[in-house]
């Protein structure tokens, strides 16, 4: 059976995620909108796509779409969709609203409403009302009025995927793990890449990187996998089919594989380059990793392989002033430029100015640049080449 799913991602690297949910499951009728991917994909596919995504935040399963210009029309659209499919009338559940537009009601009103619509229809089916919790439901659906089209669909991720679990020491300034690896898409990383992370702070890049590596599902880690898709009973099934495949992983991450050490994570501070060992440590790939501090205006003096790929997130500047910046950035680009020709560079800042003005002045060949939000943060991720 083929299901409507949609995926929040990124805002920016919604072509870089849709690539990435190719190749892990055949795609149908993709629609790209800011943030957000819509497709349609077999129904066996979605603890594949959940377990394997290394872009994707959240993913919800389609219930039902409709035209809704005022609450009751919301009310009757969700009373309408059957959501007893895939609520036990024991298991508890939350209406989560949200609305893009003009509307003469709020988002609670929508979740107030849905709510009730939801417990209606379970009543009038004889079955049993089912509780509602709002902190920690079992089952989270989700109501949402885009203008006057309304989607009702089922939280299948609950908390975003970027989320991993293996994260102990947490930089100040740490990259969203799913921009990490789409960066590293951006790339073309491949397992057998040497890989440099000039400025690699908590290690989010390195780390990505070899979970890739060792093909590690980055759902693995903590308490997050128990939380993927098994509440919902319906679809527990499903679950189980791939859970065989987690447990390999697993083994995987604690029996330490043979590998070699390709990633290189480099950084000024020593602080910094403990806790990304911290983190490489916890998520099991620590062995795929040289750690060096050193200073990334003088990476020929520190790295002597000539890495395939160099992804990087330079400080933006909060605490460092602009010509110290731009002092950083030339040099980071020119010494890694004397490593060699055609190496492929692909760093995110939000220091436009900074990139630009660098970009100018040196003769790194920049291929590509794409806005994106890193959080609430507005930046640009570069692509060049030396
Ligand atoms: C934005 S943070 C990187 C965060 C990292 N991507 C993460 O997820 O944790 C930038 C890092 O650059 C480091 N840095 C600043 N100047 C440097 C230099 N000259 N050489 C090497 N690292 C430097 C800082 O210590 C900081 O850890």
């Known amino acids: ?38 497709f349609t994909a077999p129904l066996e596919l979605l603890p594949k796509i959940i377990t394997w995504s290394r872009t994707v935040n959240k993913l919800y399963l389609v219930l039902s779409e409709e035209e809704a ?3 009751e029309d919301i009310y009757r659209a969700v009373k309408n969709t059957p959501i007893e499919q895939y609520l036990e009338p024991n298991q508890s559940f939350a209406v989560r609203a949200s609305r ?8 609670i009103d929508i979740a107030r409403v849905a709510g009730q619509a939801v417990i209606d229809r379970f009543l009038s089916l004889g079955l049993p009302r089912p509780p509602v919790n709002l902190d920690n439901p079992d ?28 994260r102990i020491y947490n930089h100040v300034a740490a990259l969203k793990t799913t921009i990490a690896a789409a960066m590293l898409r ?16 908590g290690g989010t890049i ?17 308490r997050y996998l128990e939380l993927r898709l098994r509440k919902i009973t319906s679809l527990r099934s499903l679950w189980e089919a791939i859970a065989e495949e987690v447990d390999r992983a697993k083994e995987r991450v604690l029996g330490k594989i043979s590998s070699e050490k390709k990633s290189i994570c480099m950084d000024i501070s020593p602080k910094h380059l403990e806790g990304a060992i911290l983190n490489a440590r916890s998520a099991g790939v620590d062995d795929t990793v040289r750690f060096v501090v050193g200073d990334a205006k003088r ?77 609430t943060l507005p930046s640009y991720i570069y692509v060049v080449r030396t």
């Open 1 to 38: 059976m083929k299901v409507k799913l949609y995926a929040t991602v990124d805002p920016g690297l919604e072509h870089v995620v849709l690539e990435e949910l190719a190749e892990i499951a055949p795609l149908e009728r993709a629609v790209v909108a800011p943030g957000r991917l819509y």
């Open 69 to 71: 210009s005022n609450l």
């Open 100 to 107: 893009l537009g003009e509307h003469s009601f709020t988002s």
């Open 139 to 166: 089952v989270e659906i989700a109501c949402e009025l885009r203008y006057s089209h309304l989607i009702v669909s089922l939280n299948l991720t609950r908390e975003s995927l970027h989320k991993r679990g293996y």
């Open 186 to 201: 951006l790339a073309r990383f491949r397992p057998e890449h040497v890989l440099l992370d000039p400025m690699c702070g």
């Open 206 to 222: 390195v780390t990505e990187a070899g979970l890739i590596r060792k093909n590690i599902p980055p759902v693995l880690y903590g």
């Open 299 to 375: 990476i020929d003096q520190y790295v002597g392989d000539v890495p395939d790929v160099v992804v990087t997130n330079p400080p933006y500047g909060h605490r460092m002033h602009r010509h110290r910046l731009d002092e950083l950035y030339y040099h980071f680009l020119t010494s890694l430029s004397k490593l060699g020709r055609g190496i492929v560079a692909v760093f995110i800042t939000s220091a436009v100015d900074v990139a630009e003005r660098v970009l100018e002045n040196t003769d790194v060949e920049l291929l590509k640049r794409i806005y994106v939000l890193h959080g």
